[in-house]
């Protein structure tokens, strides 16, 4: 049983960062796969950072390679995303998720999710 809880998201101009935060709570979170999602309207849900248990696995979505950051305190149980250069296609709600297989781009592969935090770049 994992539950996960996001926060950080906002409304910020193009060009600016946040930092978003996954919190962690119930089973053993040290030795599960962590990532983030987002969906934005119209458009299917698309993967966008995900980082094995070691952090020995780490993998970006082309449109976020170079700007995001996936991270994560094990000690803490949480993750991160630290999002620069945002661009107004970054609009979307962000979700983290995770999972007991290894790293995967596909939705299908995480069973557990938080409930998104709103994300929205303007100009």
């Known amino acids: 049983q994992v539950q996960l809880v996001e926060s950080g998201g906002g409304l910020v101009q193009a060009g600016a960062s946040l930092r978003l935060s996954c919190a962690a709570s119930g089973v053993v979170f040290s030795r599960l796969t962590v990532a983030w999602f987002r969906h934005a309207p119209g458009k299917e849900r698309e993967f966008v950072a995900a980082t094995s248990w070691s952090d020995n696995i780490i993998n970006y979505a082309d449109s976020v390679k170079g700007r995001f950051t996936i991270s994560r305190d094990n000690t803490k149980n949480a993750a991160f995303l630290q999002m620069n250069r945002l661009r107004p296609e970054d609009t979307a709600v962000y979700y983290c998720?995770?999972?007991?297989?290894?790293?995967?781009?596909?939705?299908?592969?995480?069973?557990?999710w938080g409930q998104g935090t709103q994300v929205t770049i303007s100009s």
């Open positions: 998720a995770a999972s007991l297989l290894p790293p995967s781009g596909s939705r299908l592969a995480y069973g557990y």
